[in-house]
């Protein structure tokens, strides 16, 4: 069965850090883009950042530009997004996901999402 | 960066109506686009991608149509399970774009 299972959210104050990791398991995980995408309470999605498969192309969106980074190891099938200068305005659940094998990008795999939130 | 706006916000609708969704993107992004369903306190999941084409395992109620800016999902008979909130995204450049939601609910 193919599976994404993210940890590492939690509760950190303004300018804290925290890491976000994300498992991977029943596909090939060193073959695949991954993305990381989050969603604010009661909000729609917001794509966060990309990793190509073999970590040496990342993409972020302007507004983690500079305190994300994404990064992969794909002899442990782990995707992580550190996190650093949190704001109370990243606080959501963030998503792993995969890109879909193929032509352009689309998310075909989910994984249930870990929460963050930044609060003083 | 290429917004993405869909239309209705929120649309209520019975079961076994036709309903269809709109999303309209800022520039062009040639067939680039997927529809993702949402159901509250669930992952969400990818109905169609490059504009038209199902994802493995969706129902065929399901359709998508569209090129260059203007695109639309369609469901043929709404059934129960199928009131949810539907995005739609541009796969066509980074940053990837989502538009900001269509909430079904049920008349």
């Known amino acids: 069965e193919v599976q994404l299972v993210e940890s590492g959210g939690g509760l950190v104050k303004p300018g804290e850090s925290l890491k976000l990791s994300c498992a991977a398991s029943?596909?090939?995980?060193?073959?695949?883009?991954m993305h990381w995408v989050r969603q604010a309470p009661g909000k729609g999605l917001l794509w966060v950042a990309r990793i190509n498969n073999d970590g040496s192309n990342t993409a972020y969106a302007d507004s983690v530009k500079g305190r994300f980074t994404i990064s992969r190891d794909n002899a442990e099938n782990t995707l992580s997004l550190q996190m650093n200068g949190l704001r109370v305005e990243d606080t959501a659940v963030y998503y792993c996901t995969r890109d879909r094998p193929g032509p352009y990008h689309y998310m075909d795999v989910w994984g249930k999402g870990t929460t963050v939130t930044v609060s003083s | 960066d290429i917004q993405m706006t869909q239309s209705p916000s929120s649309v209520s609708a019975s079961v076994g109506d036709r309903v269809t969704i709109t999303c309209r993107a800022s520039q062009d992004i040639s067939g680039w686009l997927g529809w993702y369903q949402q159901k509250p306190g669930k992952v969400p999941k990818l109905l169609i991608y490059?504009?038209?084409d199902l994802e493995s395992g969706v129902p065929s109620r399901f359709s998508g149509s569209g090129s260059g800016t203007d695109f639309t999902l369609t469901i043929s008979s709404l059934q129960p399970e199928d009131f949810a909130t539907y995005y739609c995204?541009?796969?066509?450049?980074?940053?990837?774009?989502f538009g900001q939601g269509t909430r079904l609910e049920i008349k």
């Open positions: 490059g504009a038209s």
């Open positions: 995204q541009q796969g066509h450049s980074f940053p990837v774009t």
């Open positions: 029943g596909f090939t995980f060193s073959s695949d883009w």
